[in-house]
């Protein structure tokens, strides 16, 4: 499964940036996501990258610089692909029923959410804080959620598989049951049985949209 992190290290590598600044993204990255953001210092970030806090921010600025670059970087860029990498997956394998494709979707998304709750927890935060991220997160999933599952989830409807709602009213079900689960983990740090919920995800869209 691919780690967000080790995915955004790849963006960096790819950036047109001096090597000091790549240092720079790739150790607020692991602070970021080790600590929390508001515990790492100029300093930290300077000694994890090897260069003087003045590189720090001879670039970005400041550490919010920093991170609005990293954020930039996640929805623009790594977020989209890692969805899009899983979307494709499945839309070469669409001969399988309603619930076994609901439940491996649940899984694989459940296991990347806990795996990534580090940096994940920082992406909540920053929504939280600025409406405009939010935005951003609502147009990955119109984009690269709802229009690549559009024809799957429609032949499961053809089929008679699927109750007829709109694709995103159903999508957005899933999403919202999904984190019911998934945000307590990542706030709290804690483990899940990610086969467990899955078989509770499947037994209550079960009632509501599998028919």
């Not at 920082?122 to 939010?134: A, G, V």
């Amino acid at each position: 499964m691919l780690e967000l992190n080790q995915a955004c290290v790849r963006h960096i590598q790819l950036m047109r940036l001096s090597d000091k600044q790549k240092r720079v993204l790739i150790a607020s990255l692991t602070l970021f996501s080790e600590v929390g953001f508001e515990k790492t210092t100029s300093l930290d970030i300077a000694r994890r990258a090897e260069v003087s806090e003045g590189t720090v921010f001879s670039y970005f600025k400041t550490k919010e610089g920093i991170l609005n670059t990293l954020l930039l970087l996640f929805f623009d860029q790594v977020i989209p692909e890692t969805i899009e990498l899983f979307t494709d997956q499945k839309v070469l394998c669409n001969d399988e029923s309603v619930t076994v494709f609901f439940r491996s979707m649940i899984e694989d998304r459940l296991n990347f959410l806990i795996n990534n709750r580090d940096i994940i927890k920082i992406l909540f935060s920053r929504c939280l804080i600025d409406s405009s991220w939010f935005e951003k997160t609502e147009s990955i999933v119109q984009n690269n959620i709802v229009t690549p599952l559009n024809p799957i989830l429609d032949n499961y409807k053809v089929k008679g598989e699927l109750v007829n709602w709109p694709n995103e009213r159903i999508i957005r079900n899933i999403i919202s049951l999904m984190l019911s689960y998934a945000v307590p983990s990542i706030l709290n740090s804690k483990a899940i049985d990610v086969g467990k919920v899955s078989d509770e995800m499947i037994e209550i869209l079960a009632n509501r949209i599998v028919l």
